[in-house]
């Protein structure tokens, strides 16, 4: 898709391999994005999905604790302050301002970065004022108070503030989120405008789809990273949207509509789609890349898989969001916590197979192997997947624990004193067995799912 | 709605360098009549060749009392000129912490000034040297100059946390710091030997009043708050764009940390000097601000320098009331900033065509 053509307009804004957290939780974990000049992207995602702290990170209030954000190919930090302001404007939700500003002060102030703070204003600076005013729309209202305006026209009042500064990069945060309809069809169709005609790129973080879905032709899915980057059509489908936000929607194109719509499920159907879909009855533990086989296997064949729990900013995580009919979810890093752990409990007993993935146990996720030998000994079937090993000898076979203990390579990954250890023996003695490989463990679900129907 | 419209547009239609000349015009009036009145009155005609004839230039014959050239220039112009140098020290430090902390409540005592200065005036009352109120100039004012500042630094620092200094753990901090100094302050005055006396002199130098009888504190603390005032004008498009918020200001490229702490040090500096000569003055902060945001409305390019000539010339009035009103008896300032400002600031308030809105 990227070719080195000359067609391809360069990257304007690089966010590489960026993390960032509060207080030692990651909020965003890793995300790589790139945008080119003169794209407009929307960045979708459920409330706490990190799309504010993102926009935060580029707009260079925020500094990333790992990666770097390029902007023009230099990083912001060596641009500075004012130099990444006469760049990158930004549009808050809404602005508050405490004194009585007039429209023409205010949008004035967009020029901040580039006046000498001593001296006043040249005639130049008049000129990108107007024009400023003139392309939102709000010369009508120069003289007139901010504060006493209704809240499309100030919106627009803040698109001028931000088109004064002449960015290359306009950065709006969820700007129609307190507008009702009409303006926010207004402020979308100038953006789009400012899009279009002066080629300012634009990224936008929205909470309407449908308005996504209409106006930004690129969608970044967010998810303390990004989950899917791509169309409308790709990127608003029902599966994805409902594990990221976790509600069943319907995403169709309305009768005589060019775009694709989002709509809230009837009440009655919900039921119907669950059965539909059919329950799933397998559960995946897994964590650190050790599920990304099976879980891609699972998909291929169309078994519906519980994952989980995992923490967000696992590479698993991100996977399973993708594939997984529900994700039990972690904070990044933290430990499994007793509510995530009830989660698993109360998923288990609807399950009928437990796979467990070679991951590594620590005292952060022992107890997902508590619960795992709990499940054991009230009779689900558990497979225990084996690490995949470059010169496995074929044929073994395994007649006792200890040699089914060695296969599964538990001691290897346990850093919880041996504990780990013990946990999986007395699974083995509790029933579980021992796959080789992600296509044995395909092979015996299936198995168990025809002998059910 | 439309009628406010354009009583707005008029209000700034004047142009705003004709505003500034006459608040200056106002305030050498003010000052002229406040040097003729006091315990023997001299026309303001007599004045003002007395004046000229001081600076050199002029050489008009002498057809008064050689006592009053005394009178005028030894004894009542320090006084007034001192009150009017306090007024538009402290109204531009309200503008500076208003528009800083985007809080309506803000003066220039918000953030431990007045109980650092307190603090600093106790010790030096109760000190075993003679630091009788005005027999002695520089314990007293050099104290509360010292204990304003470092009292605002101890703020400062207590609430920067991890490199920033929001706004609600400053306002917190200055509550908190205030309380604690007040609370030593009472402390010390309680266990001083001659607690009757101090406590006195204290109570009247804390409810203020510019009581400078000669020349030498005028020029040092004049120097101070002309160059404070002076400086801060260069901060008038940084106050602006403070109104955004502090994120919004940092999105026009302003290093928002820095700045704040600048705007912290030019409004203490320059209220503590105001304070180290005047006790402390309530009001003339927190009103002149509000007052003149009213009139010419809220771009600090116009507000700071209108403020620094309201404030001056609301400090002359009331300091000429308090010497005046019960005369020969001096009534405290702060009595009348507050019994002048509050009527005026709600008149104000009540007929402002728009809405006066935070």
Redesign the interface.
């Known amino acids: 898709m990227v070719d080195e053509g000359s067609n391809v307009p360069e990257v304007l804004l690089d966010v590489d391999g960026v993390t960032f957290g509060y207080e030692r939780q990651p909020l965003l974990y890793d995300v790589h994005v790139q945008v080119r000049k003169g794209e407009m992207v929307g960045l979708l995602g459920p409330n706490g999905s990190g799309k504010t702290t993102l926009l935060r990170l580029v707009s260079g209030v925020l500094r990333p604790q790992q990666g770097r954000i390029l902007l023009d190919g230099r990083e912001l930090q060596d641009w500075g302050r004012r130099g990444v302001a006469q760049r990158i404007a930004v549009v808050p939700q809404e602005l508050h301002v405490p004194f009585a500003y007039s429209v023409e002060q205010l949008v004035n102030l967009g020029r901040t970065p580039f006046v000498n703070l001593l001296g006043s204003n040249s005639g130049q600076e008049a000129i990108v004022v107007q024009d400023a005013m003139q392309a939102a729309d709000v010369t009508p209202l120069a003289n007139r108070i901010f504060n006493e305006l209704s809240g499309g026209e100030r919106q627009r009042v803040i698109v001028a503030m931000a088109l004064a500064q002449q960015p290359k990069l306009l950065l709006l945060d969820e700007p129609t989120s307190h507008l009702d309809i009409k303006y926010q069809i207004d402020i979308l169709e100038l953006v789009q405008r400012l899009n279009r005609e002066r080629g300012v790129t634009v990224i936008a973080a929205m909470h309407d789809l449908n308005l996504a879905a209409r106006y930004f032709p690129r969608l970044l899915l967010f998810q303390r990273g990004v989950v899917a980057d791509a169309g409308p059509a790709e990127v608003l489908e029902p599966h994805l949207l409902k594990r990221v936000y976790g509600v069943d929607v319907q995403v169709g194109i309305l009768r005589g509509a060019q775009h694709l719509s989002v709509l809230p499920p009837d009440s009655d159907s919900i039921d119907d789609e669950r059965e539909r879909e059919g329950q799933p009855q397998v559960l995946v533990m897994a964590g650190g890349g050790s599920g990304e086989l099976l879980m891609r296997a699972l998909a291929d064949v169309n078994i519906p898989f519980i994952a989980g729990a995992l923490n967000i900013g696992d590479s698993d995580h991100t996977l399973a969001l993708r594939l997984a009919s529900a994700v039990i979810t972690e904070q990044p890093y933290a430990p499994i916590s007793p509510a995530t752990l009830e989660q698993v409990r109360t998923s288990l007993l609807r399950m009928k197979l437990l796979l467990f993935c070679p991951m590594p146990i620590g005292p952060g996720n022992l107890s997902l192997l508590q619960e795992a030998l709990l499940a054991t000994h009230r009779g689900i079937k558990v497979l225990i997947l084996a690490p995949t090993v470059l010169d496995s000898k074929p044929e073994t076979q395994v007649v006792t624990v200890d040699e089914a203990l060695q296969q599964t390579g538990i001691a290897k990954r346990d850093y919880t004193n041996g504990e780990g250890v013990r946990l999986v023996r007395e699974m083995l003695q509790a029933g579980a067995t021992v796959v080789e490989s992600v296509v044995e463990a395909v092979e015996a679900i299936l198995l168990l799912a025809s002998s059910n129907s | ?1 439309r009628s ?2 354009i009583s ?2 008029g209000m ?1 239609a004047l142009p705003a360098p004709l505003l500034l000349l006459a608040l200056g015009c106002v305030l050498l009036v003010v000052i002229l009549i406040a040097v003729s009145f006091g315990s023997t009155s001299i026309p303001i005609g007599t004045i003002v060749q007395i004046l000229l004839n001081g600076t050199g230039l002029f050489h008009f014959t002498r057809q008064w009392d050689p006592s009053a050239e005394v009178i005028v220039w030894q004894v009542r112009m320090p006084g007034v000129i001192g009150a009017a140098l306090v007024g538009s020290a402290l109204a531009v430090a309200g503008v500076l912490f208003q528009g800083m902390l ?1 809080n ?1 409540l803000a003066d220039p005592f918000l953030i431990g000034t007045s109980s650092g200065a307190a603090l600093g005036a106790a010790i030096a009352f109760v000190l075993p040297l003679d630091t009788l109120y005005g027999s002695f100039f520089l314990l007293t004012p050099l104290l509360a100059f010292v204990g304003a500042v470092l009292t605002v630094l101890l703020v400062y620092a207590i609430a920067r946390v991890g490199g920033q200094t929001p706004v609600v753990t400053l306002l917190l901090a200055g509550v908190v710091v205030n309380a604690v100094l007040v609370a030593f302050q009472t402390l010390i005055l309680t266990l001083s030997p001659h607690a009757q006396f101090s406590i006195v002199a204290l109570f009247n130098w804390l409810t203020g009043g510019v009581a400078v009888t000669s020349w030498s504190p005028i020029i040092v603390v004049g120097a101070i708050i002309l160059i404070g005032i002076v400086f801060s004008l ?2 008038a ?2 106050l ?2 403070f ?3 502090e ?2 200001a ?6 928002v940390e820095r700045y704040k702490l600048l705007i912290i040090v030019v409004g203490s500096l320059i209220t503590a000097a105001a304070v180290s000569i005047s006790g402390l003055i309530g009001f003339v902060g927190l009103v002149t601000p509000h007052a003149m ?1 009213l009139l010419l ?3 600090h390019r116009l507000l700071l320098p209108a403020s620094a000539l309201g404030g001056a010339i609301f400090l002359t009035v009331a300091d000429l009331l308090g010497r005046v009103v019960i005369a020969p008896a001096v009534l405290p300032v702060g009595v009348f900033t507050a019994l002048v400002g509050a009527p005026f600031f709600l008149y104000l308030l009540r007929s402002s065509k ?5």
């Open positions: 709605m406010r419209v707005s547009g700034r985007r309506p260069t901060l498009r940084v602006d764009a109104g955004l918020g994120e919004g940092a999105h026009l490229g302003l290093h945001r409305g809220p771009r728009r809405a006066y809105r935070w």
